[in-house]
């Protein structure tokens, strides 16, 4: 049991060594580039594949943590499927790939719990969707 112990504590330090390294090598100094920002609300809708599943909670709440937290998300209403999303870009293919991105992260969070998600998103204040 110990020997387990001490391995799983390995791979922590290492895992924390390299976000460590991944961390600062990304506060490399400022290179011209403006940054804008982003207000998209999106709307998530989350459902089990089949009848004899019952994961829907689980998978939006995972979805809330490891995908929409790192944007920032606030929720609209308490129980909704709205939220609001903050993402940083530098040009519209940037923010495109990010937002696609975010999409299959979702999808492939929703998909390992054998439920399935409908996305729809819109930047606030002009006519982008996704």
């Known amino acids: 049991m110990s020997a387990v112990r001490q391995e799983l504590q ?3 330090q290492i895992k924390e060594k390299l976000h460590n390294k991944i961390s600062v090598d990304e506060a490399k100094p400022d ?3 403006v940054k804008q920002s982003a207000q998209i609300r999106l709307w998530l809708r989350v459902e089990n594949n089949n009848k ?3 994961r829907k909670k ?3 709440e ?3 943590r490891f995908c929409l937290a790192f944007y920032n998300a606030q929720k609209t209403t308490a129980n909704g499927c ?3 999303i903050t993402i940083p870009y530098e040009s519209d293919e940037d923010l495109n790939k990010q937002v696609y991105d975010l999409f299959g992260e979702m999808d492939s969070h929703a998909d390992m719990d054998y ?3 409908e996305v729809d998103a819109h930047e606030i204040g002009t006519d982008r969707s996704w």
Request: proline residues 0%; hydrophobic residues 45%.
């Open 10 to 12: 390995s791979q922590l």
């Open 58 to 60: 689980k998978v939006r």
């Open 52 to 54: 004899f599943i019952r």
């Open 62 to 64: 995972h979805i809330e």
């Open 82 to 84: 709205e939220y609001i």
């Open 31 to 33: 290179t011209g580039i």
């Open 115 to 117: 439920c399935f998600i």
